[in-house]
Structures are given as structure tokens and as C-alpha cells.
């Protein structure tokens, strides 16, 4: 099975400032023939399900604002929240669908400072 | 609109079974890959199983939690998606969640085993 880690485990961050979150796979998920990179990111509210945030590693789902973005290829990724706004404190998850079981990272949270 | 909404879920002794389901709308269902989620409390995600759609051969994979005591299936004339849970343990205790490719989730159903 694909492992995904995820760093930091948690993070504060001042309103408006950037956050940086990072998610590694075991294994390359990195499909050579299409070049796609098999990894989505999801955000969870207290209280709500998960949400699409990105996918292909780097397209935003719908109607996410685009102050998220992601980046990286192959083993190392990165979801980045350019400047955070209240609403964005949640836990956030990397997923890989590269290969089943299609594994989760065990999330970061992320609060205001 | 895309929406799942699951149901089935309730307090189940250890050793016991469930069955829970998730009504989908709003996009073909027979032509999805279907997936189970699960969050134990306080916990993080675990991707549960999946199934595919039945032109791609209607076939199962499961996470290692999953493997040999829960069963996923569909009735693509009900849009409906199914989890068999069987022999449940107090650490299946979670919400459960149905999913689809495009990242929509359910608000999912409270599963709860304990004596």
C-alpha cells in the first residue's frame, strides 16, 4: 500500500498570511502515460464532510476560491493557502487514487494565530 | 447538483452485521466508480472500498479494514449504493461515508458497535 505523510501535524497562522502544507507518498503516483499526478487534497470543517479542494494535484474543484493552489509531482506535494481567512481553519487531507487502497494522509489542521 | 446521502447506520453489538446505503441524484450513477469512506472519531479518513461501474465490470477493491467482512455492491435502477458490514468489531465504530469519483461526499452515517 501507497503511505501518505503529511507535515506539519498542525500549524497557526496569522489572518492573511500564507500556509503552507506538505503531503508525501511512499511511491511515486505519477502516471508516466498521461502525466498525471494522482493525488487530490480535501478540506474538512469541524462538523462537516470532507471537500474537494484539489485534484490532479494542482486543479481546484469547483467553486474553490483561489487562494488555494496546489504544486509537485511524483512523491512530494504541497497545498498552499495563500491568505487565510477564517473560514479556511479545518483539517486538511491529502488522497492518493493512484492505485488501491487509495490511501489518506493522516491530516493537518490549521487554526489562526 | 451532485448529492449522496447515506443511511443504514445505529448502535450494533461487536459480531454483528449492517447494511448501509447511499441514495445518489444528480449525475449518471451507473456510469460511476463508487466509493466508501469512514472516520472513526476524533480520527482521520480511511477509504473503506470501492466498486466500478458494472460496463467496467462491476468489480470490488477494498482497504485492509474492509477485506473479508464488508461487501460493497449497487443497484444502478435505484441509484443506489450498498455496504455490507458483517462480523463488526468496536473499531468500526465511525461515520461512513459514501463518495464519488468527482470528490463529493455524503454527510454521511454514524455506525456505532459496542455491548
Known amino acids: 500500500d501507497i503511505v501518505m505523510t503529511q507535515s506539519p501535524d498542525s500549524l497557526a497562522v496569522s489572518l492573511g498570511e500564507r500556509a503552507t502544507i506538505n503531503c508525501k507518498s511512499s511511491?511515486?503516483?505519477?502516471?508516466?502515460?498521461?502525466?498525471?499526478?494522482?493525488l487530490a487534497w480535501y478540506q474538512q470543517k469541524p462538523g462537516q464532510s470532507p471537500k474537494l479542494l484539489i485534484y490532479?494535484?494542482?486543479s481546484r474543484g469547483s467553486g474553490v476560491p483561489d487562494r488555494f493552489s496546489g504544486s509537485g509531482s511524483g512523491t512530494d506535494f504541497t497545498l498552499t493557502i495563500s491568505s487565510l481567512q477564517a473560514e479556511d481553519v479545518a483539517v486538511y487531507y491529502c488522497?492518493?487514487?493512484?492505485?488501491?487502497?487509495?490511501?489518506f494522509g493522516p491530516g493537518t489542521k490549521v487554526d489562526i494565530k | 447538483e451532485v448529492q449522496l446521502v447515506e443511511s443504514g447506520g445505529g448502535l450494533v453489538k461487536p459480531g454483528g452485521s449492517v447494511r448501509l446505503s447511499c441514495a445518489a441524484s444528480g449525475f449518471t450513477f451507473s456510469n460511476a466508480w463508487m466509493s466508501w469512506a469512514r472516520q472513526a472519531p476524533g480520527k482521520g479518513l480511511e477509504w473503506v472500498g470501492r466498486i466500478k461501474s458494472k460496463t467496467d465490470g462491476g468489480t470490488t477493491d477494498y482497504g485492509a479494514a474492509a477485506k473479508g467482512r464488508f461487501t460493497i455492491s449497487r443497484d444502478d435502477s435505484k441509484n443506489t449504493l450498498y455496504l455490507q458490514m458483517n462480523s463488526l468489531k468496536t473499531d468500526d465504530t465511525a461515520v461512513y461515508y459514501c463518495?464519488?469519483?468527482?470528490?463529493?461526499w455524503g454527510p454521511g452515517t454514524l455506525v456505532t458497535v459496542s455491548s
Open positions: 488522497q492518493q487514487y493512484y492505485t488501491t487502497p487509495f490511501t
Open positions: 490532479w494535484a494542482s
Open positions: 463518495t464519488t469519483p468527482g470528490g463529493t
Open positions: 511511491q511515486s503516483v505519477l502516471y508516466s502515460s498521461n502525466n498525471n499526478n494522482y
